[in-house]
Structure formats: structure tokens, C-alpha cells
């Protein structure tokens, strides 16, 4: 497969070709997205909850972010590489955001990193574009807005709010973002942020007519079960066979059957 690049993502909305992604944090995981031919992985700080353990992504730190961006980039040939700047890399000053997008393209080996917000982001994604950095955006649910917007809830319901969403988008293609990724929103604003925008748009939990889809690998694959949204479909269940498969270890340990002669050593 040919190296994905930001340039060929924009060219599959021009051929209107769905775009694919989905998040990795380790190298076998990258490795096997990479080899099923995803167009971008992303390193998400959703590795708060679904590595982690915890509630929120609001704990992840860059050194975190820095490490997992580096053991995907590992395991990744073609896929387009972006990491996400976690809770507070970006919000202190401009300096701070340049510095640490850089951290995560020299440090993790990332092609392009991903922030979330809107209007109010302007100048640091320009002034992270002025490194040379590509920027991904985010709006709709933020989840590091989690306590600001008072849960994990659906955004753009009340005309007010899609008109700002519409608003914000716009105003992120102009600074020059590359993407943007569209998250909890009604189908219908959706396609009408899609429509509007000439870069890609990536949804998750946006219907069908954005440019692209995302999922988080590990409720996608049925291995992280705390908290399923609506949005997400479940195309295996690996939870449930790794669960039976360890089963079987401890039963097969327990009684003498593992290991057999055939994995044991002749002296
Ligand atoms: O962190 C993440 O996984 C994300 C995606 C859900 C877009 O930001
Ligand atoms: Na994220």
C-alpha cells in the first residue's frame, strides 16, 4: 500500500471516497490497522479510559501521549499518523502548544497531531501550522470540555448551538486545518457542516454523510465494555474471547493438560 498522506485523504473527498479511521496506543495493535488498510490512526488520549482506567481523558499527560505516539508509530507503514495534544498541552500559551505538537512529531514519530475546540483555537492552530505541523480539529463533543459541557452529551441539538458548531468549523478550515473530526452531532448538521467544508470531515456518532468515520479500536472490537455509546458498532467481540480463551489457560493449567510435549524442550 502506498504511505497515506494529508494530501490523500483530501483527495478521497474529492473522488468522494470514504475516509477510515480508527485510534491505536500500542505497536501489534497499530500493526494489524495498518495491515487492514485504515487510512489514519489515531493516537487518541481515549487511551485514558481504554488504557488507563479512568473516567475522563482529562488525566493523560504529553509524556503519555509522547509514548504511546511512539510505540504506534512503530508498528505503522501507511497509515497517516495523528496525535492527539491532551488536556492542558494547548491552552496555556502558544509557545507551550508549538512546543508540545512538536514533542509528539519528534519524540512520537506522529505526522500531524489533533486538537479539540473551537473559534477560540484559531491562533494556535496557526501558530502550530507556522511549525509546519499539520492540525487535525475537533468539535461537537469535546470530551476534555467534559466538565464545561456538563457530561458526555450529544452537541448541536438547539439552533443556537449547530449554528455555532457551522461557525466553528468554518472558521477552522480558514486558520487551515487539514480535517476535522465532527463528534456527537445530529446527522442532519452533519452533512450540512460536510457540505460546507472543503476538507475532510470525520465523524463519529455524525451519521453517514461525512467524509469519513472514526472509532475507538477497543469498543469497536468489543474489548472495552465500561461504557458503550450509541454510536458505536461492535464488529467483534474480543472481550469475550480473550475472556473464554484464559479460561481455558487456567482450566488447562489447572488440571495438567498445558503445556504437552510438543511445547516442552527435549534435553
Ligand atoms: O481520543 C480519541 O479517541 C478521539 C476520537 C474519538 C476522535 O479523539
Ligand atoms: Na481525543
Known sequence: ??????????????????????????????????????????????????????????????????????????????????????????????????????????????????????????????????????????????PQSVNALGGFKVQGREAERAKALVEDALALEAAGVFALVLEAVPASLAREITGKLEIPVIGIGAGKDCDGQVLVVHDMLGLYADHTPKFVKRYAELGEAARNAVQSYVREVSSGAFPEERHSFKG
Not at 74 to 95: K, N
Not at 119 to 125: C, D, I
Open 1 to 142: 500500500d502506498r504511505k497515506k498522506t494529508i494530501r490523500s485523504l483530501q483527495e478521497k473527498k474529492g473522488n468522494k471516497e470514504k475516509i477510515t479511521m480508527l485510534t491505536a496506543y500500542d505497536y501489534t495493535m497499530a500493526s494489524i490497522l495498518d495491515q487492514a488498510g485504515v487510512d489514519a490512526i489515531l493516537v487518541g488520549d481515549s487511551l485514558g479510559m481504554v488504557v488507563q482506567g479512568k473516567d475522563t481523558t482529562l488525566e493523560v499527560s504529553m509524556d503519555q501521549m509522547a509514548y504511546h505516539c511512539r510505540c504506534v508509530a512503530a508498528g505503522a507503514r501507511s497509515a497517516l499518523l495523528v496525535g492527539d495534544l491532551p488536556f492542558l498541552s494547548y491552552h496555556i500559551s502558544l509557545e507551550e502548544g508549538i512546543r508540545n505538537a512538536g514533542r509528539l512529531v519528534q519524540e512520537g514519530g506522529v505526522h500531524c497531531v489533533k486538537l479539540e475546540g473551537g473559534r477560540e483555537m484559531v491562533p494556535m492552530v496557526e501558530a502550530i501550522l507556522r511549525a509546519q505541523i499539520p492540525v487535525m480539529g475537533h468539535i461537537g463533543l469535546t
